[in-house]
């Protein structure tokens, strides 16, 4: 019998990936508790990727997260285990999703989205954890209208 396990290796960031997914990463933050309008006790510097903290502002000011930013010709899915993402984007899609869910959404053509962690507790932390996979589309097909799941 031929073993599927080809290798066997230790996990960095971003994972490494083989053909067809360009990009897996897994976040893991232990954000504390929010304010009133679901904000960190810290503001980001656009650029808050510590993996020594205890939680990481990403590319957000006061909410952590990813603000708008473009993608196309390919698609993401994420995978939450705890906490919230609110995802929004250009082509009017919105939604919060979050502890177990799975989100998928094809940039396709192009579409700009943003994906922001709120901290919706105010009195209690707010863990986060969840992995997202870029999938490469082929060639034939790397230009569909942009969708969100």
């Not at 502890?99 to 922001?116: C, K, N, P, R």
Request: glycine share 10%.
């Amino acid at each position: 019998m031929v073993s599927v396990i080809t290798r066997i290796e230790k996990a960095g960031m971003p994972m490494r990936t083989m053909d067809p997914f360009l990009f897996c990463v897994y976040h893991k933050d232990e954000y504390p508790a929010g304010n009133a309008r679901m904000e960190a006790p810290r503001r980001g510097n656009g650029a808050d990727f510590n993996p020594k903290a205890a939680y990481r502002m990403y590319h957000g000011d006061k909410v952590p997260g990813f603000p708008c930013h473009p993608h196309r010709g390919f698609e993401t899915i994420t995978a939450t285990v705890t906490g919230l993402i609110d995802h929004t984007d250009s082509k009017g899609n919105a939604g919060r999703y979050g502890h177990g869910d799975l989100q998928w959404m094809t940039a396709g053509s192009g579409v700009q989205h943003g994906e922001m962690f709120p901290l919706v507790n105010d009195s209690a932390p707010n863990p986060t954890r969840f992995f997202q996979l870029w999938l490469n589309l082929p060639k034939a097909s790397k230009m569909p209208p942009p969708a969100f799941v």
